[in-house]
């Protein structure tokens, strides 16, 4: 039977986290209005007291960036450019992007890089150290990959921290913190890292034409700079890039948001997707379709995820406070994500770290039960440890649960820090029905859904077809659509019944079945036993019978009850229409030994007739036959049968012998019948004979039955 590719009615975004990972049109995105004060603020951890901040530099040359889907290794924090940030962004198509903004040098970078520089961008600060250690992630990208790689222009950056204790060969005895790892302090530039020389920390992009892919030829994997400080001294730090040899081809410093730690410890927690073999990356909530804003359960609980992802620092009331989280977890779908950083200075140690906890979650049953244990072997400073949450199929609405992680740093100070997580139940995908419309002269009929509920985008199959809009651009995500459906067979007859299935799969990777059953008023050929009930074939809600024809005479009154008395139905629906539950029943038949005859015709609210003969014959149960071929009496009938396939009519002889047995093999079988012979053909002799009927409804009758030979 036909069915055409399904079409989409209405896309339905809502603004409502999580990390990208699928094809979406949202790009690497910058901004260059947040002031180097802003800048700074989204750099550092909440340990860190900063002062004296200074720019040098044109405003392009500095601000924020998202990496949205992009192929950058960080996710979001600030970039510094030898150019216009904006050209960061992708595809990359253009083969020597930048900006000649007319900068001069940087005598750092000019000693660091053996060669004159242009166009430098300098962001510096004061920072008071509250633990023992400093540290903070980045990453270096250049348009100068890989053609300029090994050759006089070199682009180079460089982090230059300046303070007590701190003993170096650049200005107020600093030293450079943008080294090359497991070198003697080699500058990061495109001659250290690239694809022939330190290549395990290079990723190449270069003619990568993919829309959310950077522009940058080259870059690195995202690396650490860390130091050793004195407690309580206050620092100095100037992150630094510049052109080198030249002006032209931009080259790029990523600085990590939050990342910026002067303390000893810290815990962060994010929120990433959970698959079956590990975390990966899924559409992000504020792009979902089909979530709500307010995630509401049955015990009466709710969280306002559409709120909380537009707004993380906002207080959301959750086991009777209110509370800032740091993550939002959705069992089955996405987990929490925690680093845990200890102090540089006791790298050489194995150490074990407790985490506490605290929270209606319970440990060992709703998240990992090794999960308050972080262990530290020699030579790691920081761990990434999963919270553990998978969909447990309980009804727990809104679950919680603190982590704190308490440390003695190496100034003596007692570090606390911690991490609040909402544990929330999983939303199952809901599909409604459109409503069924009428069918067009052709036999087909228009289907489809309104308004599908989950996490998608979606993965469908319907009827039988896969389709998914998760490759589209969110745009075209869509939460209804239909299809139009053949509803007649290979004869072109309309067929009674058409069951429709549809499969969706949500970005938790979690299927759901639903079954859209479409009935026609199709009426056969039926034989039915004097003062009997029947179902009326079914009919879809919102298409009710309008009208009962005998032998194509109408027998319903303008209140459709039923004139005369030869039919009576008795109606479940409280309205003037017939409902789909309705069932008729004859209360009168004709003289003669077979009931009479008549057409029914059923008519729909859409003007489709369906007609057939129906037949009312007489059920009563015969105690006395005579099978002599004279065509009067000759054989023994059970009727009233239709509907119940599998019904079994055994004959037993007077010393319990059988000798015959029959089963009716389709519902459309009336009746059973005994013509007096064995089974074998042979003549079953006069006498008294015992009747057993066992229908597959469960309900059993017997009887006696007299056989006589008439000459």
Same mark, same amino acid.
């Given at each position: 039977?036909?069915?055409?590719?399904?079409?989409?009615?209405?896309?339905?975004?809502?603004?409502?986290?999580?990390?990208?990972?699928?094809?979406?049109?949202?790009?690497?995105?910058?901004?260059?209005?947040?002031?180097?004060?802003?800048?700074?603020?989204?750099?550092?951890?909440?340990?860190?007291?900063?002062?004296?901040?200074? @720019?040098?530099?044109?405003?392009?040359?500095? &601000?924020? %960036?998202? +990496? $949205?889907?992009? /192929? *950058?290794?960080?996710?979001?924090?600030?970039?510094?450019?030898?150019?216009?940030?904006?050209?960061?962004?992708?595809?990359?198509?253009?083969?020597?992007?930048?900006?000649?903004?007319?900068?001069?040098?940087?005598?750092?970078?000019?000693?660091?890089?053996?060669?004159?520089?242009?166009?430098?961008?300098?962001?510096?600060?004061?920072?008071?150290?509250?633990?023992?250690?400093?540290?903070?992630?980045?990453?270096?990208?250049?348009?100068?990959?890989?053609?300029?790689?090994?050759?006089?222009?070199?682009?180079?950056?460089?982090? @230059?921290?300046?303070?007590?204790?701190?003993? &170096?060969? %650049?200005? +107020? $005895?600093?030293? /450079? *913190?943008?080294?090359?790892?497991?070198?003697?302090?080699?500058?990061?530039?495109?001659?250290?890292?690239?694809?022939?020389?330190?290549?395990?920390?290079?990723?190449?992009?270069?003619?990568?034409?993919?829309?959310?892919?950077?522009?940058?030829?080259?870059?690195?994997?995202?690396?650490?700079?860390?130091?050793?400080?004195?407690?309580?001294?206050?620092?100095?730090?100037?992150?630094?890039?510049?052109?080198?040899?030249?002006?032209?081809?931009?080259?790029?410093?990523?600085?990590?948001?939050?990342?910026?730690?002067?303390?000893?410890?810290?815990?962060?927690?994010?929120?990433?997707?959970?698959?079956?073999?590990?975390?990966?990356?899924?559409?992000?909530?504020?792009?979902?379709?089909?979530?709500?804003?307010?995630?509401?359960?049955?015990?009466?609980?709710?969280?306002?995820?559409?709120?909380?992802?537009?707004?993380?620092?906002?207080?959301?009331?959750?086991?009777?406070?209110?509370?800032?989280?740091?993550?939002?977890?959705?069992?089955?779908?996405?987990?929490?994500?925690?680093?845990?950083?200890?102090?540089?200075?006791?790298?050489?140690?194995?150490?074990?770290?407790?985490?506490?906890?605290?929270?209606?979650?319970?440990?060992?049953?709703?998240?990992?039960?090794?999960?308050?244990?972080?262990?530290?072997?020699?030579?790691?400073?920081?761990?990434?440890?999963?919270?553990?949450?998978?969909?447990?199929?309980?009804?727990?609405?809104?679950?919680?649960?603190?982590?704190?992680?308490?440390?003695?740093?190496?100034?003596?100070?007692?570090?606390?820090?911690?991490?609040?997580?909402?544990?929330?139940?999983?939303?199952?995908?809901?599909?409604?029905?459109?409503?069924?419309?009428?069918?067009?002269?052709?036999?087909?009929?228009?289907?489809?859904?309104?308004?599908?509920?989950?996490?998608?985008?979606?993965?469908?199959?319907?009827?039988?077809?896969?389709?998914?809009?998760?490759?589209?651009?969110?745009?075209?995500?869509?939460?209804?659509?239909?299809?139009?459906?053949?509803?007649?067979?290979?004869?072109?007859?309309?067929?009674?019944?058409?069951?429709?299935?549809?499969?969706?799969?949500?970005?938790?990777?979690?299927?759901?079945?639903?079954?859209?059953?479409?009935?026609?008023?199709?009426?056969?050929?039926?034989?039915?036993?004097?003062?009997?009930?029947?179902?009326?074939?079914?009919?879809?809600?919102?298409?009710?019978?309008?009208?009962?024809?005998?032998?194509?005479?109408?027998?319903?009154?303008?209140?459709?009850?039923?004139?005369?008395?030869?039919?009576?139905?008795?109606?479940?629906?409280?309205?003037?229409?017939?409902?789909?539950?309705?069932?008729?029943?004859?209360?009168?038949?004709?003289?003669?030994?077979?009931?009479?005859?008549?057409?029914?015709?059923?008519?729909?609210?859409?003007?489709?007739?369906?007609?057939?003969?129906?037949?009312?014959?007489?059920?009563?149960?015969?105690?006395?036959?005579?099978?002599?071929?004279?065509?009067?009496?000759?054989?023994?009938?059970?009727?009233?049968?239709?509907?119940?396939?599998?019904?079994?009519?055994?004959?037993?002889?007077?010393?319990?012998?059988?000798?015959?047995?029959?089963?009716?093999?389709?519902?459309?079988?009336?009746?059973?019948?005994?013509?007096?012979?064995?089974?074998?053909?042979?003549?079953?002799?006069?006498?008294?004979?015992?009747?057993?009927?066992?229908?597959?409804?469960?309900?059993?009758?017997?009887?006696?039955?007299?056989?006589?030979?008439?000459?």
């Amino acid at each position: 039977m036909m069915n055409t590719i399904p079409r989409p009615r209405s896309a339905a975004i809502f603004s409502l986290l999580w990390v990208a990972g699928l094809n979406l049109q949202a790009q690497i995105t910058t901004d260059n209005s947040p002031t180097p004060e802003e800048l700074v603020a989204l750099l550092v951890g909440p340990d860190v007291q900063v002062s004296n901040i200074a @720019f040098t530099g044109t405003d392009v040359q500095r &601000g924020s %960036f998202v +990496n $949205n889907n992009g /192929n *950058l290794t960080i996710g979001e924090g600030i970039v510094l450019s030898t150019g216009n940030i904006a050209l960061m962004a992708g595809p990359n198509t253009t083969g020597s992007a930048g900006e000649i903004v007319g900068g001069g040098g940087y005598p750092d970078l000019t000693t660091l890089g053996g060669q004159n520089t242009n166009d430098a961008a300098v962001l510096e600060f004061d920072f008071i150290a509250t633990g023992d250690s400093l540290s903070f992630n980045f990453c270096f990208g250049s348009e100068e990959y890989n053609e300029w790689v090994d050759s006089d222009f070199n682009d180079v950056f460089g982090l @230059f921290l300046d303070g007590p204790g701190i003993t &170096g060969t %650049f200005q +107020n $005895n600093g030293i /450079n *913190l943008a080294t090359v790892p497991d070198t003697d302090g080699t500058p990061i530039s495109i001659n250290s890292i690239n694809n022939n020389l330190n290549s395990d920390y290079y990723i190449d992009n270069e003619s990568n034409a993919d829309p959310n892919a950077t522009e940058m030829d080259g870059f690195t994997v995202t690396m650490t700079a860390s130091s050793v400080l004195q407690c309580g001294e206050t620092y100095h730090i100037r992150m630094c890039i510049a052109d080198g040899g030249d002006s032209s081809y931009d080259s790029v410093v990523l600085l990590e948001a939050g990342s910026f730690s002067a303390g000893s410890v810290d815990l962060n927690a994010d929120a990433v997707p959970l698959a079956a073999d590990g975390l990966e990356d899924v559409v992000p909530y504020n792009e979902a379709v089909g979530l709500p804003a307010i995630f509401s359960y049955g015990n009466g609980e709710s969280f306002p995820y559409g709120a909380w992802s537009n707004d993380n620092a906002i207080l959301v009331e959750v086991d009777g406070q209110n509370v800032q989280v740091d993550a939002v977890v959705i069992e089955g779908c996405n987990d929490a994500q925690f680093t845990v950083v200890r102090p540089e200075i006791e790298i050489d140690l194995l150490d074990t770290l407790y985490l506490g906890l605290d929270g209606s979650a319970q440990l060992g049953l709703d998240y990992n039960e090794s999960f308050n244990e972080v262990i530290m072997v020699p030579g790691q400073t920081e761990s990434v440890i999963t919270l553990g949450v998978s969909d447990d199929g309980f009804e727990e609405g809104v679950e919680t649960v603190e982590i704190t992680f308490e440390y003695v740093n190496g100034c003596g100070e007692t570090v606390i820090t911690s991490s609040r997580v909402v544990i929330l139940d999983p939303l199952p995908v809901e599909a409604v029905p459109s409503p069924v419309s009428c069918l067009d002269e052709a036999g087909n009929q228009t289907l489809g859904y309104d308004n599908i509920s989950g996490y998608g985008p979606f993965q469908f199959v319907w009827d039988g077809n896969p389709w998914s809009n998760a490759n589209e651009a969110p745009s075209e995500w869509v939460t209804s659509f239909d299809s139009l459906f053949s509803m007649t067979n290979a004869e072109g007859e309309l067929i009674s019944s058409r069951a429709i299935e549809l499969t969706v799969v949500d970005q938790c990777n979690k299927p759901y079945a639903f079954e859209q059953i479409v009935y026609h008023p199709v009426l056969t050929e039926t034989e039915i036993c004097f003062d009997d009930r029947q179902d009326f074939p079914m009919f879809n809600p919102g298409i009710p019978i309008v009208d009962l024809l005998l032998d194509g005479e109408s027998i319903l009154d303008q209140n459709n009850n039923i004139l005369g008395d030869t039919l009576s139905i008795d109606r479940t629906n409280a309205g003037n229409t017939l409902d789909g539950n309705a069932l008729w029943r004859l209360n009168a038949i004709e003289s003669g030994s077979f009931g009479w005859e008549r057409v029914l015709t059923m008519v729909d609210s859409c003007g489709f007739e369906t007609s057939a003969l129906l037949r009312v014959r007489d059920c009563e149960i015969p105690n006395v036959f005579t099978p002599n071929n004279d065509g009067q009496n000759d054989n023994f009938r059970i009727r009233g049968l239709d509907g119940l396939m599998g019904s079994r009519l055994v004959i037993y002889n007077r010393y319990g012998t059988v000798v015959f047995q029959d089963e009716t093999l389709s519902d459309a079988e009336f009746e059973l019948v005994w013509n007096g012979r064995h089974n074998n053909g042979n003549s079953a002799a006069e006498g008294t004979y015992q009747w057993v009927l066992i229908r597959p409804d469960g309900i059993s009758d017997r009887g006696q039955l007299t056989l006589i030979r008439q000459r």
